[in-house]
Structures are given as structure tokens and as C-alpha cells.
């Protein structure tokens, strides 16, 4: 982007539009500093690439598995990732549904995030496969080899439903992402207003247009909150449904949601910490935002605490012999470092920092939710590798200690959300620019539904900058 | 009536020899892993003998269990296969399709046995022993999960033999490679379905158990508890 | 197609053009449905003076979750069928595995119609010209008429510069 085009969009004498030269800012202006992070987090997701191939290569004797731990950090990373992806459709559905206005300037970077995570979550089941290059014998089609896949197979169930979840969040990230892209078109030159041109479709903003757009996105809202309830219920089943102690559990579908949104929020507000700064959108992003993700987060907390304590102490109560060896070997045994780690990390830390007001701050909130984010990490960790080395029968309990290669891809996949990010933010306006806009006014609709005088209360009045200050 | 394959292993027989895992390395192609691969879990035996001690020294009593795979008839590797790798079949045994397996390992973990084996790289033998591979079995690459098929190859062999003879297959014609070597014969291989049979009557006595009965998987093999 | 229209800074002058242009329309021979109304953000139609929007899409969108749970338990039971699994004895098309699959297909198939008929109803994506204005990326909102009696202009612009429109303009495909 030459400095001519920059200073056309910045300065055009008609733009009286702050709001919007805002939150263009950051997508038609790219600092030396951020080309230079991203190639920092490109090196690191090309070195996870490379061990992959390695891998493939090599076969996966050049991991830390073996019998029993057939399963390990990719199948963690797998349920990390995927919980993570829960940060955004969900929260954003759920908000857009109660018609929360604090929600507007939130919903974008929450939306992508899902994305972004399913994606990088969904590659861990292919980088675990043994034959990775056969993967797609996991999707139903008539193949020449005459055999469908196993539609009894949790891993099946696991293939429809992300398959549906990402088909929808893209939809849902994408849809309201149309008339922002309509706004570059207009302002953008050179192969940047081709390449917008192409991608707003046509948009106007007719009545019609904006009708069917809001139409859409509402039922979209109500179509995503079972659709991501299911998929992390579902990839709990991947390990509820096989008698494996501690993995065979009624609760594990409802826990894995609720940790799966707890560690999603905590993302967001990590990611939404550092656009504010990165990008300068302090005046978007305020500390009431984080003040009321900081609230949902605390609730997450407490039920993470709830759901652990329902499923460890209904364990040690039933007393059944391979259970217990497998919840002492958590609790009281070998992975008793990373047990009381997770406890600190997930609620001990964050607890008080959420709880009390006063730190309930931007800083305050960031600090709970990285510590969130390393305990949601190893709990996933503690659920799948403590029930494979404790299986059933003592002869063939075992050991697993990760090899480099799956501690690169690790890394590699936790620069590639940042880069992902990054690249999103530099195509599209991480705020949506028309709903923040349509937040200026009261949403005349609502008003009229409530009663007289609402408006005058409404405790978010004033939370979004408003144009032309 | 198909036939329905199963073993009753009498653990007061067995000495711990481990001729029955030689005896299946040998029959089924079975890599070696080597020292260093073992040690970390990697090593291959469709069948072991889990050895564990009873008492207080000095009074202590050693225990044998020869374990291969159970042969379930409600096996939890089943359903979970996405791509039919791991499979039922028609004489009752769990199959593995080693060209249908993409290596989620999944099977692996289902199994309460521990009974399944992936393959952590591309099979090799230890020399001489890659002069001495069965034709008869094949060889399993990178990325794929084995385990024991019940020497279903000599099924295969011996149920053609006896219909080019135009007769019924005689009970205790057919044995898999553990039994067979079993020096003092605490293996008893045959069809369960045939109520005659040396197996059908070992597993109906009072000593037969299952091996984690409790997880509802319904083994094809039952243990004789010791008696002595 | 030609067109001629305002660029109204504000919701309350384009409201009082929509409804000027509304008054004028029998007068200079246009129908009221031939009014245009660009916005870079959605407007109350009805505090608009517009007609109301209906659309059947939710219903679109149920029948869409219908015939893709139908598709997706067709499909289960057809795969199973081909390849029948008889562990354990258990049935061979399995209800509750088949259920997991009819429900993420019934999603999937309300998500695919909902995007089909946003896009459809929409009439989305159209890459000809048509009445538009760069200036409503910069907070304008656009009033005119389309495929009026290019006569009648004179009166429009005067309508419309009347109602508090900052420039108009005229619109026209060669």
C-alpha cells in the first residue's frame, strides 16, 4: 500500500466519518513491526510443518507415544483448540441473541477466533493419524474401494460436526463481514478494490439487503448455540464412549462444553487485549468490555470447579479399582505436579482476580485468562494421557514423555492462531463497522418493544465512542 | 452353524515359558523393535505373559497369565474404527484390515486388554530373521494397528483341506501358533459353537473366568483359575 | 437503468425525502416502489416510511434442517446397511450413533439453506452496475428514483435538495 493511497483514505476531504477511519486504519495500514512478527510466527509454523512431514516420513515412532499412551499432545492440542473455537461463535451467538449492546464491538474477534482455532484444532486428528495422506477415507463418499466410513465411530460423529460447526461460524463470520468489505470496496485502490470488489458480492445496503443480512444472522444465532454445544459434547464422546477409566463418564460432555467456553472466553480477551494495542482501538475496546467478559469468566470458573469436583469425587466414592488408580495417579501420584498446577491456574488465580472489582481491570482480566488458558491446557492434557498409562491391567501400564516433534507442532500451531489473526486483521475490519455504527442509535425495534424511559436507563449508553466527537 | 472361535487358557499349566510368544512372533511376521524402542513401549507380541508375585517374601508365589487378545463379542476396538479397520468377523473374530487402517489409534485405546499394536515405523527384523517370514501372513506397514488374528491363516488352510477331503473339520485340527507350542498344553484352541469340543467343555467348567468380565466385552477366552 | 438521487447526511432528512419522493410519485408518473434506498447501515423501515420486508427465510432454513437430517440418516442407515457390522449382536443400523449424525446433518443442512437463501433473497452476488454511491461508504444515505420519466428530473432534484440532500446526482446506463 503506497503512502499516496494512505493519505487519500485518511485524509479525504468528504470523510467525516471517524468511526470508520478508525477501524480501517488498521487493515489499509501495515507497520514494519507487524511484517516482522509475522514472519517471527511464520518461522515457527514452518517449523512445526517440517517436523510434520518428518513425522509422515519417519512414521510415528518419532513421537513420544507408544503402547499404552496411543494418544498425547496432538489429541490434547485436538480438545484444546476445538474448546477454544467456543470462544467465539457461541459467546457471540448468545450475546447477539439477548441483544446485548455491549456485545458490538466484541462479536468480530470472537467469530474469528473460532474459525482460526477449528481450523488449527481440526488438523490435530490428521497430524495423529498413522497414515496421514489417507485421511480423507474418514469422509463419506462413494469411493472406489466400495466401503463407507463407520458411522458408529465417535471419530465420524467428530467429522460431521465439525464439518457442520465450521461451515456455520464461517458463515456467520463471514455473512456480516460482507457490507464492511461493500465500505473497502468504496475506499480501497488498486488490486485491493479488485479483490473487494469481488469479495462484497455486490452489496449495496438496500433495505432488502439489510433486511435478509439480519434475518440471516439471526437465525444463524440460533442455529450455532446447539451446533457448538454438540461439537465439544461430541468430542468428549470421543472419549466417554470407550470403557477407558475416568474417560467412560456420564459428565463429560457438559464438562468439556463448559471448559471449552471457559478457555474460549479467556482467548478472546487475550486476543481482544492485544488488538487494543497492536491496533490502537482503545478507544472500541474499553475496560467495561473486559470488566463484563471478566464476569462470564467467572462464572465459567466457578462451574470448571463444580464439574471437576462432581467428576473426581463421584469417582473416589465408587472406589472401582481401575478408576482410582487412575484418579490417585492424578491427584496424589506422578501427574500431582500438573494436577495442583491446573487447580491454580483454573481457579486458585483467577478466582480473586475476577471476583474483586477492583481488579477486575484490563490487566487484571488478560493475567487471569493466560493463566486460564496454560490450566484449561493441561487439564485437557490430564484427561487424556493419566487414563492411558493407568489402563485396567498394572502389567501394561506405561510412561509418555513428548518428543521434540510434537513439542514443535505444539508450538507451531500456537503461532499459527496469532499469524492466522494477524493476517485476518489486515483484510478485514476486526470491528464490524456497521453494527458499531447501527450502536449509535437505539435500536428502534427494541425500543419500541420496551417500555418508556428504557433508554434513558440503559447502563451501556455511552460505552461505544460515538462519531464525529 | 458358523463356527465360533475360542481358547481356555488353564493358568494352573502355565510355566511362564513364553514359548507361545516366540511361537507368535515367528508365525505372524512380527517386527522386532529393537532394545531402545522397546524400552519405550514400542516393542510388538500379539500375545505376553503378565508375571506378577503374590505374598509377602519369603512366602511368595509367582503367577503366570499368558494374555493375547480376548476375541470379544462385544469388542469396544469395534465401533470405533472410523473406516472398518477393525471389524467383526463372520467366525466371531475381531479383524483387522491392515489396508483399511489409517492409524487413529483409537482401537488401541478402547481396548481394555491393551491387546492392539501400532506400528511406530516400517517393520524390520533382527538378522536372520527376516529369512524366516511367513508367506502366509502379511506384513504390516508404518502407521497401521495388528494384533492377534487366532492364527486365522491356519483356519483358512485347514477348513479347505478338510472340504477338498469332503469332510467336517475335526475338533483340535485347528490351532493357533501359541497352542501349538504350548509345552505343557495349558492352551486349548477350538469351536465354542460345537458343544462337543475340548474348548466347549473347559470353558463350561466352575474355574473358567473371564479376563475383566466386569467391563462387558464378552471374551472368547476363558481362564482356568488355579487351583494350586 | 437510469436513476436520480439525493445524498442525505442524516436518517431524519432522508426519512422526510422518502416521504416527499412518496407524495410527488403520482404526480410525476413513478411508482412508489421504484423509490431507492442505499444505507451503510440498516435502517427502520418502518420509522422509514418504507414498506415492510418479509421474508420466508426461517422456514426456509427449517426445511432445509428437515431434508438434511432426512439426507443425513438416509445416509447412516444406507452405509450401514452396505456394510453391515454385527458386533456382539447388536442391530445393524444403529439408532442412537445414526441420531448423532441426523442431528449435525440437519444443522448442516439449515446453515446451507439459511447462507443459499440470505444470498437468493438478497440478490446477492451482483456485480452489474446499478444505483449506488461511493459517498454511502462515508455515512450518506442515498434517496432517488429509478427508471423514472427522465422529464420529471427537474421536479426530483428539486425534491429532493428541498428535503436537505447535499448533492444530487444523476445515474444512467449507456
Avoid at chain 2, 465360533?4 to 511362564?16: E, F, H, N, S
Wanted: charged fraction near 20%; aromatic fraction near 12%; hydrophobic fraction near 45%.
Amino acid at each position: 500500500m503506497t503512502t499516496r493511497e494512505r493519505q487519500r483514505l485518511e485524509a479525504a476531504p468528504q470523510d467525516r466519518d471517524r468511526l470508520t477511519r478508525d477501524l480501517l486504519r488498521p487493515v489499509l495500514h501495515t507497520s514494519p513491526r507487524i511484517y516482522l512478527t509475522m514472519m517471527a510466527l511464520g518461522a515457527f509454523v514452518l517449523a512445526g510443518l517440517v517436523a510434520f512431514v518428518y513425522q509422515a516420513y519417519w512414521g510415528m515412532g518419532v513421537s513420544g507415544l507408544n503402547r499404552p499412551v496411543f494418544w498425547g499432545f496432538y489429541i490434547t492440542n485436538f480438545v484444546f483448540w476445538i474448546g477454544i473455537s467456543h470462544a467465539g461463535t457461541l459467546i457471540s451467538a448468545i450475546l447477539r441473541l439477548a441483544n446485548a449492546r455491549w456485545r458490538r464491538p466484541v462479536t468480530r474477534c470472537a467469530e474469528a477466533i473460532t474459525v482460526f482455532a477449528l481450523v488449527i484444532g481440526a488438523s490435530f486428528p490428521i497430524i495423529h493419524l498413522g497414515r496421514p495422506w489417507l485421511f480423507f477415507w474418514l469422509i463419506p463418499y462413494p469411493s472406489e474401494r466400495g466401503i463407507w466410513p463407520n458411522f458408529r465411530s465417535p471419530l465420524l460423529w467428530d467429522f460431521c460436526a465439525i464439518t457442520t460447526y465450521l461451515t456455520g461460524s464461517l458463515a456467520f463470520l463471514l455473512l456480516p463481514i460482507i457490507p464492511d468489505w461493500a465500505t473497502l470496496r468504496d475506499r480501497a485502490i488498486g488490486w485491493r478494490k479488485k479483490l473487494y470488489r469481488v469479495l462484497a458480492l455486490g452489496w449495496r445496503g438496500t433495505p432488502r439487503e439489510w433486511h435478509r443480512l439480519e434475518m440471516a444472522m439471526r437465525i444463524m444465532a440460533v442455529v450455532i448455540i446447539p451446533v457448538a454445544v454438540s461439537v465439544h459434547t461430541i468430542v468428549s464422546w470421543d472419549f466417554a464412549m470407550v470403557p477407558v477409566p475416568m474417560w467412560h463418564s456420564t459428565v463429560f460432555g457438559p464438562y468439556f462444553v463448559a471448559g471449552a467456553i471457559f478457555s474460549g472466553i479467556a482467548a478472546l480477551i487475550i486476543a481482544m487485549a492485544l488488538l487494543r494495542k497492536i491496533l490502537h482501538l482503545e478507544e472500541y475496546l474499553k475496560p467495561i468490555h473486559f470488566d463484563h467478559l471478566g464476569k462470564l469468566l467467572l462464572v465459567m470458573s466457578l462451574l470448571w470447579v463444580y464439574f471437576i469436583v462432581a467428576e473426581r469425587l463421584t469417582v473416589w466414592y465408587g472406589n472401582a479399582t481401575p478408576e482410582v488408580a487412575v484418579l490417585l495417579a492424578t491427584q496424589r501420584g506422578k501427574f500431582l505436579p500438573l494436577f495442583w498446577t491446573m487447580v491454580c491456574c483454573n481457579f486458585l488465580i483467577p478466582f480473586p482476580i475476577l471476583a474483586i472489582k477492583r481488579l477486575r481491570t484490563i490487566t487484571g482480566t488478560v493475567i487471569a485468562s493466560s493463566t486460564i488458558v496454560v490450566g484449561m491446557w493441561l487439564e485437557r492434557f490430564l484427561i487424556v494421557v493419566p487414563s492411558l498409562e493407568f489402563k485396567y491391567l498394572p502389567f501394561s501400564w506405561g510412561n509418555y514423555r513428548p518428543s521434540w516433534v510434537e513439542i514443535t507442532i505444539t508450538l507451531a500451531t500456537f503461532a499459527a492462531m496469532p499469524l492466522l489473526y494477524l493476517l485476518f486483521v489486515k483484510f478485514v475490519p476486526i470491528i464490524s463497522m456497521w453494527e458499531l455504527k447501527g450502536g449509535e442509535h437505539p435500536e428502534p425495534a427494541a425500543a419500541a418493544e420496551l417500555a418508556p424511559g428504557h433508554e434513558a436507563s440503559d447502563p451501556w449508553e455511552g460505552t461505544l465512542p460515538s462519531a464525529g466527537s | 452353524m458358523s463356527r465360533r472361535w475360542g481358547m481356555v487358557i488353564d493358568l494352573d499349566r502355565c510355566t511362564g515359558c513364553e514359548a507361545c510368544v516366540v511361537a507368535c512372533s515367528a508365525e505372524n511376521n512380527i517386527a522386532t523393535a529393537g532394545e531402545s524402542q522397546a524400552a519405550k513401549g514400542r516393542a510388538i507380541h500379539w500375545i505376553r505373559v503378565e508375571r506378577s508375585w503374590e505374598g509377602e517374601f519369603p512366602n511368595v508365589r509367582v503367577r503366570f497369565r499368558p494374555v493375547p487378545c480376548q476375541q470379544c463379542d462385544a469388542a469396544p476396538c469395534e465401533p470405533v474404527c472410523p473406516t472398518y479397520a477393525s471389524y467383526h468377523n463372520a467366525e466371531g473374530l475381531n479383524a483387522q484390515v491392515y489396508n483399511r487402517c489409517i492409524g487413529t489409534r483409537y482401537c488401541a485405546n478402547a481396548c481394555p486388554y491393551t491387546g492392539r499394536f501400532f506400528n511406530w515405523f516400517q517393520p524390520s527384523w533382527d538378522k536372520p530373521l527376516q529369512l524366516q517370514l511367513n508367506p502366509d501372513v502379511s506384513i504390516r506397514e508404518a502407521g497401521v494397528m495388528e494384533k492377534c488374528t487366532f492364527c486365522y491363516q491356519r483356519a483358512l488352510v485347514a477348513e479347505s483341506q478338510a472340504e477338498a477331503e469332503k469332510r467336517p473339520l475335526r475338533d483340535g485340527e485347528v490351532s493357533p501358533a501359541c497352542v501349538q507350542s504350548c509345552p505343557s498344553g495349558a492352551m486349548v484352541f477350538g469351536d465354542l459353537n460345537d458343544p462337543a469340543s475340548a474348548v466347549s467343555r473347559l470353558a463350561g467348567l466352575d474355574r473358567g473366568v473371564k479376563l475383566l468380565e466386569e467391563v462387558g466385552t464378552f471374551p472368547k477366552i476363558t481362564y482356568l483359575a488355579r487351583e494350586s | 437503468m437510469n436513476a436520480i438521487y439525493g445524498l442525505f447526511p442524516d436518517t431524519d432528512s432522508a426519512r422526510r425525502a422518502v416521504k416527499a419522493l412518496g407524495e410527488v410519485s403520482r404526480r410525476l408518473r413513478f411508482q412508489p416502489r421504484q423509490i431507492v434506498v442505499v444505507s451503510q447501515e440498516p435502517l427502520d423501515d418502518r420509522e422509514m416510511g418504507l414498506p415492510r420486508q418479509h421474508t420466508w427465510m426461517p422456514w426456509i432454513a427449517a426445511c432445509g434442517g428437515i431434508v438434511g437430517g432426512t439426507a443425513g440418516y438416509a445416509l447412516a442407515a444406507f452405509t450401514q446397511r452396505t456394510y453391515p457390522l454385527p458386533t456382539g449382536g447388536m442391530p445393524v443400523v444403529a439408532l442412537w450413533p445414526a441420531s448423532v449424525v441426523t442431528y449435525e446433518f440437519t444443522m448442516l443442512g439449515a446453515i446451507l439453506t439459511t447462507i443459499v437463501a440470505f444470498l437468493a433473497t438478497a440478490r446477492l452476488p451482483r456485480y452489474g452496475q446499478r444505483v449506488y454511491d461511493a459517498a454511502v461508504s462515508d455515512g450518506m444515505i442515498l434517496v432517488g428514483v429509478a427508471d423514472s420519466d427522465v422529464n420529471a428530473w427537474r421536479d426530483l432534484e428539486e425534491t429532493l435538495y428541498e428535503q436537505g440532500a447535499e448533492r444530487v446526482r444523476q445515474f444512467s446506463t449507456a
